[in-house]
């Protein structure tokens, strides 16, 4: 691509180029960098001016308790809404791809939730958590597992969980897409081959499907821990970061401190410590794709 | 992700290859049925709920079905929620946005397939980039952005940023598209004396058609359900989008499950209904492009 200019490329080139990259830099690069200047900063987010103070607000998030508490559960929700999310989706994808009947409206079904405002899967996951109208205490009730009703989204023990499960609803759809459409490249012949051969279904799948879908898995795992790291919605509609500080992630901590604690400085900071570590993920992601798109 | 096909042309041929054996599999089909009827079941009691009064709800609890049926849930959520205002303001940004958004995308994604620009692959890299940055790492500087230039609390100040958010996925998909338009129809309307701008408007653009409608859709849903900017830059309830005036609306009606389950529906029967209709494209984009919008 960077071949010296032809008579295509050029200043014409750059006109079409320039909109689009000026938005881009205006509203994206340029926030994203000057955020990071403001972590260095005291700044309360109101005040005309404020003071740099170097590196005690990334020093201070060692000693605060929610931070901590945040990250982690940043780390859990990474894991479980990538992890079972993309086991779901696959095993969806196989069976869809075998001799299923009504697969255009099951397809339609799982992949639904996806499409939603995030913050009405919070509204509709939060009434189905309420502990005395939710359906879900109500089932438990009406099966005879009166202990088990609880208030999931109220109480420590379970509302990070309580969340995850919304999650997983929605995310099981993306995966099952893309394995699907991969599962559809692969050559059906070798699964008659390998028939013939005596494998069995089990066999077929771990030597034929899942050396087939390892172009699927790389995009599918990097897409979602790329969007793990991006939660914010769910946790703010659904629980708001509580009971206590039971759910907070770092999006959402970040958010209070600058917009209820008035410390921009330091929700700047926290804000920087997470892109930091979901860029660093990401890298040989885009670094993939570019490869790929260049060429 | 390699090459990026027709939208529709992955997922149906590989339904056909299927659909040769229409019996069988009734296992994996009984299966399959239950666990879509699990994954649905939190819509169908949306729905459920939504239409029997509030007393029938609480007389017979939550997963009966309803006594008497009733419209009035509707009209409530509808007054009480400012759901005429929310859909309009909306509607609106998703109608100055979304164009405006795939066309600029579009103009970037041909320069950086077709017109061999300079250091194109470090601004694709650049730009992919923007996938992986959450938004709330810009929201302090956007803040202050739209305070200075006085565009708080107005759908004109949530424009750029979401243009901003919505450019790397569309000239992703969109540039890996365009690329592989045949070069010899861009050289040969070139030697007839065609401009970039011309080739652009009346090649590149009718030629992608599919890709721009499936970016189109995915960036409109995007759009319609985009939180975070919207809850820091507006304020006031006239100028709210439906996200952030079903989270006001949910806290009001905590204790009106009903009333709840009308609004929410409110809120998400448009998307629905676009989903179901214009699934083949989106299930498309998605597949082609491989990231979500």
Aim: aromatic share 12%; net charge neutral; no cysteine.
């Amino acid at each position: 691509m960077t071949r010296a200019r032809t008579r295509h490329g050029g200043l014409v080139a750059w006109a079409f180029a320039a909109p689009a990259l000026l938005v881009y830099f205006t509203f994206l690069v340029y926030p994203a960098l000057s955020s990071l200047w403001f972590s260095f900063t005291d700044w309360d987010g109101l005040s005309p001016g404020y003071n740099v103070v170097g590196l005690q607000n990334y020093a201070s998030m060692v000693d605060d308790p929610v931070v901590v508490r945040a990250a982690l559960n940043n780390l859990i929700w990474a894991v479980v809404t990538v992890v079972v999310p993309v086991v779901l989706g696959l095993v969806l994808a196989v069976l869809l791809n075998g001799k299923v009947r009504g697969k255009p409206l099951l397809r339609l079904v799982f992949y639904t939730p996806a499409v939603l405002p995030l913050v009405s899967v919070a509204s509709i996951w939060g009434w189905l958590y309420n502990p005395e109208y939710g359906a879900i205490n109500a089932f438990l009730r009406s099966a005879g597992l009166d202990g088990l009703a609880q208030p999931w989204l109220g109480q420590d023990s379970t509302a990070l969980g309580a969340t995850m499960v919304a999650a997983i609803w929605l995310r099981v759809g993306f995966p099952m897409l893309l394995y699907l459409a991969a599962l559809q490249g692969i050559n059906p012949d070798l699964y008659e081959a390998a028939t013939v051969d005596g494998a069995g279904r089990w066999q077929q799948f771990w030597h034929i499907t899942m050396p087939g879908l390892r172009p699927a898995h790389y995009v599918v795992i990097a897409l979602s821990v790329i969007d793990s790291f991006k939660v914010f919605d769910l946790i703010y509609a659904m629980t708001y970061g509580g009971p206590g500080t039971a759910t907070q992630v770092m999006g959402t901590w970040m958010y209070f401190n600058v917009f209820q604690y008035n410390q921009a400085g330091y929700g700047t900071a926290i804000a920087v410590v997470i892109t930091v570590v979901a860029i660093a993920v990401s890298i040989p992601y885009v670094r993939s794709q570019t490869r790929e798109h260049a060429a | 992700m390699t090459t990026v096909v027709l939208p529709e042309g992955a997922v149906e041929s590989g339904e056909e290859a299927v659909n040769k054996k229409p019996r069988g599999g009734v296992g994996s089909t009984v299966l399959m049925t239950i666990a879509a009827l699990v994954w649905i079941s939190p819509l169908v009691l949306l729905v459920i709920t939504a239409v029997r009064p509030l007393s029938d709800f609480v007389a017979q609890g939550p997963l009966s079905w309803p006594g008497t049926f009733t419209m009035q849930n509707f009209s409530d959520a509808w007054g009480i929620g400012n759901f005429a205002t929310t859909y309009r303001n909306s509607t609106l940004l998703l109608i100055l946005k979304v164009p405006l958004g795939v066309f600029v995308s579009a103009m970037l994604a041909y320069a950086l397939a077709k017109l061999r620009i300079r250091f194109g692959a470090a601004i694709m890299y650049t730009v992919f980039l923007g996938l992986t940055i959450p938004i709330y790492i810009t929201i302090v500087p956007v803040f202050v952005m739209a305070r200075s230039a006085g565009l708080t609390d107005s759908l004109i100040g949530l424009i750029g940023p979401y243009l901003a958010f919505g450019i790397p996925f569309e000239v992703l998909v969109l540039q890996s598209f365009i690329r592989q338009i045949p070069d010899e129809i861009v050289e040969a309307a070139r030697i007839d004396g065609a401009g970039a701008w011309r080739i652009f408007l009346t090649i590149v653009l009718p030629l992608s058609a599919p890709a721009l409608v499936t970016v189109l859709i995915l960036d409109a849903v995007a759009t319609w359900n985009e939180f975070l900017f919207a809850l820091i830059l507006l304020n006031s309830d006239a100028h709210k989008t439906i996200p952030v005036g079903l989270l006001n609306f949910q806290g009001q009606f905590s204790n009106n499950s009903t009333g709840l389950a009308a609004g929410i529906l409110i809120a998400v029967v448009p998307i629905l209904v676009a989903y179901t209709f214009l699934q083949r494209w989106i299930v498309g984009g998605l597949t082609a492009g491989a990231s979500k919008g």
